[in-house]
């Protein structure tokens, strides 16, 4: 057996084993969530989730169905394991979504490299400076968020339909079957269902890729529209959402547009704090800003993360929702796109950069430091994200003040 081929299955072992030893973390962190009532050990939004659902019968998600059934059952205690199950499946959606992108991009990874880099998406955090903002977690823009149970369901859910939808980009041109849109209008009008700010936030650059295609006649007109009616079901979902959380009886809730109000509540420097939580993707993009013009995947994730940041920067609400910050949620899920096309963009970036073939010149010596800095810059981004997750897990507050 060759040196190659004995690395190759090492590094799948440590890969599986990693998600492994994530998942069964994160089930005992949700263990301990349930059993929360107050303090900052093991403090989360699960029980409060749970009551509402239970207790109150609201509705709007469909994560309060699937307490509401569990609790009919006489099953709670199946809930960490729910939600464990959720936080490998984002993994795992990860994974694949890796894997269609680098085929796209020419050269797919290892299956153990591409395992550890969907592993290492879902645990990212920003670039934490100390009295920039409240803590870790609060004031700081993340996808890595492992405390509120509706938006664990909407990850892995939203990523399953980027999956279907990068598939469908790939034959849209050839094929739609029947089976294949009913899949689609399914999963996202679900994803919806469990949490509406996924949609808000891609389906806006869903639309402006399907203007983009018509116009360039990359499939026939009707094929393209048909696509886009899919959309229609999670408008009548998201109208039955906010009737249950808008409704007269709802106090005095409502939504305002109040520019930086809601993302400036846990921090004085929005804007170093902005640019510090994606600071990897930053500089991918700043060596990357001309292909824009040509890579539909990089201008997806970072039209998504624009459209997700003007909502969370635009709007907030008022009532007893006041200052939750609940359109911060589709930008959170872009994140995760825009770090993931980066880090998809900087390992080409490297391979080439660091080839024993690669000529010298100024522009190549360029290239190489600022692929090495954007590197470090990734690693403590590494770093931050585990630290918060170690610490979580060991029952420190999620919101990490100070």
């Not at 403090?43 to 609201?58: Q, T």
């Not at 979902?237 to 109000?261: C, K």
């Not at 500089?283 to 890579?295: E, G, Y």
Request: net charge positive; with cysteine.
């Amino acid at each position: 057996m060759s040196d190659n081929k004995t690395f190759r299955i090492i590094l799948r072992v440590l890969a599986y084993a990693a998600v492994a030893s994530y998942t069964v973390a994160c089930i005992y962190m949700y263990h301990r969530f349930m059993g929360w009532k107050s303090g900052s050990v093991y403090e989360s939004d699960l029980p409060a989730h749970i009551s509402l659902a239970v207790d109150d019968g609201l509705i709007y998600s469909l994560v309060s169905v699937i307490f509401i059934a569990l609790s009919m059952l006489d099953c709670m205690g199946a809930v960490p394991f729910i939600l464990g199950g959720f936080a490998f499946l984002s993994v795992y959606f990860s994974y694949c979504i890796i894997e269609e992108l680098t085929e796209l991009y020419g050269k797919k990874w290892d299956k153990g490299a591409a395992v550890l880099g969907a592993l290492l998406l879902n645990v990212l955090m920003p670039c934490y400076i100390r009295g920039l903002s409240d803590g870790r977690y609060m004031g700081m823009h993340t996808s890595s968020i492992w405390h509120n149970s509706t938006y664990l369901m909407m990850k892995w859910m939203g990523l399953l339909v980027i999956l279907i939808y990068i598939r469908l980009e790939k034959n849209i041109g050839t094929k739609l079957t029947a089976e294949t849109y009913l899949y689609f209008l399914i999963v996202l009008t679900l994803t919806t269902a469990a949490k509406p700010n996924f949609f808000l936030a891609i389906t806006p650059v869903m639309l402006v890729f399907l203007i983009m295609d018509i116009r360039k006649k990359k499939a026939p007109a009707g094929r393209l529209l048909l696509l886009a009616s899919s959309v229609i079901p999670s408008f009548f979902v998201m109208y039955m959402q906010s009737s249950a959380l808008y409704s007269a009886n709802a106090g005095d809730n409502h939504i305002s547009i109040d520019p930086g109000r809601a993302m400036s509540v846990h921090t004085g420097y929005l804007i170093p704090v902005c640019i510090l939580s994606i600071a990897f993707p930053l500089m991918v993009l700043a060596m990357h800003i001309r292909d824009l013009k040509t890579d539909r995947a990089l201008l997806f994730a970072w039209l998504a993360a624009a459209c997700g940041f003007l909502q969370y920067f635009l709007f907030s609400e008022e009532g007893k929702r006041n200052m939750d910050a609940n359109f911060s949620w589709g930008y959170a899920f872009t994140i995760i796109l825009i770090f993931g096309i980066s880090l998809i963009i900087w390992c080409r970036d490297a391979a080439e950069c660091f080839s024993k073939n690669t000529e010298k010149s100024s522009k190549i010596t360029l290239k190489k430091a600022c692929t090495a800095v954007s590197g470090t810059v990734l690693l403590y981004h590494a770093y931050c994200g585990i630290l918060f997750f170690v610490r979580i897990v060991s029952g420190v507050s999620y919101m990490m003040w100070g």
